[in-house]
């Protein structure tokens, strides 16, 4: 059965391509060729498409139907001239699937970064944090500023911290922990 369907889709072909005059209706029977019967295409390939765009691509069942009344819209309007017309409704259905998946990504991603900016402040919370720290900071001593400037804000190693304050290093890290407790304690209150 199969070959009589090449050999019936292979005429209509030949018969365009000849150019004998006839449109791209099949001339014994006045209907579409096999290769571009629609309703065998529809009936055939529509159940199992859905099925894989649910399954394999996550889409619901109404997304997938959407893509495939779209991919088959699309080619009944072009008409390109392909040798498998199933081979190729096939491929531009998952074509359209890996677009959707990749648009869907897309927004995820898009939505998530929403809502991580709207966790975020506007800018006025982390304002005010830094007054609340700018205010703990005038609070210590000018040697726990200086220190907790060079070792934490400028990044300067302890044995640099160390030898600008003119003490060991163990004695310039006890320091350190000392204003930064100093620190925590002017933030909470």
Known sequence: ???GLR???GASQSEIV???GASSADTSGGTLPDAWDWERLDG???PRLVAVGVRRFGCTPEEAEDLVQDIFEAVLLK??????????LV????NRCFDRVEERAREDSFVASLDAAHTRSDGSEGLLTAFHVRGAFRRLTPVCRRLIRSYCVQRVSLAEAAAGSGCSVPAVW???NQC???MRTCLAA
């Open 180 to 182: 930064i407790k100093r």
């Open 44 to 46: 055939h390939l529509r």
């Open 7 to 9: 050999m019936q889709a």
């Open 1 to 3: 059965m199969r070959s």
């Open 91 to 94: 491929s531009t259905f998952f």
């Open 79 to 88: 008409r390109p001239r392909v040798r498998n017309t199933e081979g190729y």
């Open 18 to 20: 000849q150019g004998s």
């Open 174 to 176: 006890k320091r350190i």
